[in-house]
T-cell receptor, first 113, second 115 residues
Framework: GDSVTQMEGPVTLSEEACLTI???????????LFWYVQYPGEGLQLLLK?????DKGSNKGFEATYRKETTSFHLEKGSVQVSDSAVYFC????????????FGKGTTLSVSS | GAGVSQSPSNKVTEKGKDVELRCDPI?????LYWYRQSLGQGLEFLIY????????KSGLPSDRFSAERTGGSVSTLTIQRTQQEDSAVYLC?????????????FGPGTRLTVT
């Protein structure tokens, strides 16, 4: 079945450091890919998404490119802030009516000043 | 506008008791999902409702779990004879339509603790 694998954390960085969180997927067909973020004490919220190969999703300085050839959707940010400290989830959804999100295990990011 | 709301935010129950968790989706969203977030299993799909269609129950872990959605809006997830392994955060999400490309909007979750 479909699955998502993302790098395990925690990831600890200093402010202004570069961030990469790796995410790879296994799926039949052409799924949509998502990054969700969960800030401390808050619910899941969509960070960015891409719906077809070579699409780049971006938001709040974060980017991820849908790479079909490597089945990857790595999350990147050039300069992290303390406020980026959160748990990040990579997810996919098959492009069929009603399919649920399949999530990776989540990666905890901690940014210190 | 109002987002997805869930109640209660926290629930502590004794093993063997039944619990009901409520979800109010965003108005006009026809698709509604329940997920469970636990330390050992991560985020798991439980059940999906789309309009008036029969729900997709393929993610429910046992027959102790059931859910209904009344009038295409509010949903209730019921867990009968709760067990300690049911302790988790139960998340509800809604989406404007049933297609796979759209964003799901999540509620804040209900933290269930079974003692």
């Amino acid at each position: 079945g479909d699955s998502v694998t993302q790098m395990e954390g925690p990831v600890t960085l200093s402010e202004e450091a570069c961030l990469t969180i790796n995410c790879t997927y296994t799926a039949t067909g052409y799924p949509s890919l998502f990054w969700y973020v969960q800030y401390p004490g808050e619910g899941l919220q969509l960070l960015l998404k891409a719906t077809k190969a070579d699409d780049k999703g971006s938001n709040k300085g974060f980017e991820a490119t849908y790479r079909k050839e490597t089945t990857s959707f790595h999350l990147e940010k050039g300069s992290v802030q303390v406020s980026d400290s959160a748990v990040y989830f990579c997810a996919l959804s098959a492009n069929q009516a009603g399919t649920a999100l399949i999530f990776g295990k989540g990666t905890t990011l901690s940014v210190s000043s | 506008g109002a987002g997805v709301s869930q109640s209660p935010s926290n629930k502590v129950t004794e093993k063997g008791k039944d619990v009901e968790l409520r979800c109010d989706p965003i108005s006009g969203h026809t698709a509604l999902y329940w997920y469970r977030q636990s330390l050992g299993q991560g985020l798991e799909f439980l059940i999906y409702f789309q309009g008036n269609s029969a729900p997709d129950k393929s993610g429910l872990p046992s027959d102790r779990f059931s859910a209904e959605r009344t009038g295409g809006s509010v949903s209730t997830l019921t867990i009968q004879r709760t067990q300690q392994e049911d302790s988790a955060v139960y998340l509800c999400a809604s989406r404007i339509g049933g297609g796979g490309r759209g964003e799901q909007y999540f509620g804040p979750g209900t933290r269930l603790t079974v003692t």
